[in-house]
């Protein structure tokens, strides 16, 4: 069993940045492909972030390319999201989740373990 806790949400304004944190613990944390999404109010969840075991692919969403950096410590077992240039539309619960496939993948149905949330507030 694997569990996630994520950390680092918040409220801040427009043009402004939050670094999310996911500490995992059980299973070995280093073999996982690692992933962000978020759901906002009245939507559906969506993919934001994954990165691959090794951290060296990466993948994101059309809509934070070029604002957010998902980067992983894996002798902390712990997964970023760093996220700058702060949208309104960014306002959502995040989650993290991990993915026991070694394949970085954008669809939620294919992560096996996620946390509980943290929620982001972006305000105008």
């Known amino acids: 069993q694997v569990q996630l806790v994520e950390s680092g949400g918040g409220l801040v304004q427009a043009g402004g940045s939050l670094r999310l944190s996911c500490v995992a613990s059980g299973r070995t944390f280093s073999s996982f492909t690692m992933g962000w999404f978020r759901q906002a109010p009245g939507k559906e969840r969506e993919f934001v972030a994954a990165i691959s075991w090794n951290g060296g692919i990466t993948s994101y969403a059309d809509s934070v390319k070029g604002r957010f950096t998902i980067s992983r410590d894996n002798a902390r077992n712990t997964v970023y999201l760093q996220m700058n240039s702060l949208k309104p539309e960014d306002t959502a619960v995040y989650y993290c989740?991990?993915?026991?496939?070694?394949?970085?993948?954008?669809?939620?149905?294919?992560?096996?373990?996620w946390g509980q949330g943290t929620q982001v507030t972006v305000s105008s």
């Open positions: 989740a991990a993915d026991v496939g070694i394949v970085v993948v954008i669809i939620e149905s294919y992560y096996d373990y």
